[in-house]
């Protein structure tokens, strides 16, 4: 069976078909649910959302159909709100939060944070629901899911919204483009539509001294840095060679 789940790994494109393999072996309850886990994944299902998990950072998060999985190179984003956090009971909003991984992450390292997560997509937030404190977990668009007693209280702001220009998305791999909703990778003409709303509301949210930060891609990132100086942060940019991660950070002065 291996042998031949191997080779169907293979012929479907997937460039580690044995660690695949194993993985789904490792998931199967039995032969007939190997075999319904391998057919998802030939199907060009990405890995993580058929065997429902993925992991960031060496933490685990569960995943679900349609969900955006994280990538690796969002521990940049991870790391930042770390560096940020100082007594550990800091209030943090995970803003475009998916599975809910980044907030996830952070309230590994520190578990008395007061996070709250959002996300309008309610696919996006079931799942976040089972990665983060159900109650923290909030529905609808951007800032309107928050409970109002956060405006202008919240100390790290954390957001990965959708940044492909549209006209991108034709050019992403399957697994992206047929298996994760649309809403959480098309960030409009230039990519940077939720970004400007995301950022123009910021210090509307954010405490005295309070920071922003978000994910951006490396040609947009200067657009990024001047959609956060008009909003009145002071803007930093951010790389990390080893995830291939690019952000800007932005502090409330
Ligand atoms: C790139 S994914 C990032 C998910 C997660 N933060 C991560 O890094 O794995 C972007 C997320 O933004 C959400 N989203 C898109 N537009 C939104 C909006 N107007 N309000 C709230 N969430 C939105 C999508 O549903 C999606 O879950």
Redesign the pocket.
């Known amino acids: 069976m291996t042998d031949a789940a191997v080779a169907a790994l293979r012929a479907a494109g997937c460039v580690f078909a044995e660690d695949e393999a194993a993985l789904l072996r490792a998931e199967a309850q039995d032969d007939q649910h190997l075999q319904l886990l391998l057919a998802e994944r030939v199907a060009g299902r990405p890995l993580e959302q058929v065997v429902g998990w993925?992991e960031?950072e060496g933490v685990r998060v569960r995943m679900s159909p349609g969900?955006?999985?994280?990538?690796r190179r969002?521990a940049l984003?991870v790391r930042l709100a770390t560096a940020a956090v100082r007594t550990g009971h800091e209030r943090v909003v995970?803003?475009?939060?998916?599975?809910?991984?980044?907030?996830a992450v952070l309230l590994t390292r520190h578990p008395h944070l007061d996070l709250h997560a959002?996300?309008?997509?309610p696919?996006?937030t079931a799942c976040a629901r089972s990665n983060l404190p159900p109650e923290r977990v909030h529905d609808?668009?951007?800032y309107?899911?928050l409970p109002h007693h956060l405006r202008g209280s919240v100390d790290v702001l954390?957001?990965?919204?959708?940044?492909?220009p549209s006209g991108a998305i034709a050019t992403m791999p399957s697994e992206a483009r047929d298996h994760?909703?649309h809403?959480?990778?098309?960030g409009g003409a230039d990519g940077l539509d939720?970004q400007r709303?995301v950022i123009a509301s910021a210090p509307t949210w954010l405490a005295p001294g309070g920071l922003t930060v978000v994910?951006t891609g490396r040609a947009q990132a200067d657009t990024t840095a001047a959609l956060m100086r008009s909003a009145g942060l002071e803007p930093r940019q951010h790389r990390a060679a080893d995830v291939d991660g690019c952000a800007v950070s932005g502090r409330q002065v």
């Open positions: 993925a960031l969900v955006f999985v994280p990538r969002s984003l995970d803003l475009c939060c998916g599975s809910g991984a980044l907030g959002a996300d309008l997509d696919a996006a609808g668009d951007l309107d899911a954390v957001v990965n919204a959708p940044y492909v994760e909703h809403l959480a990778l098309d939720v709303r994910e």
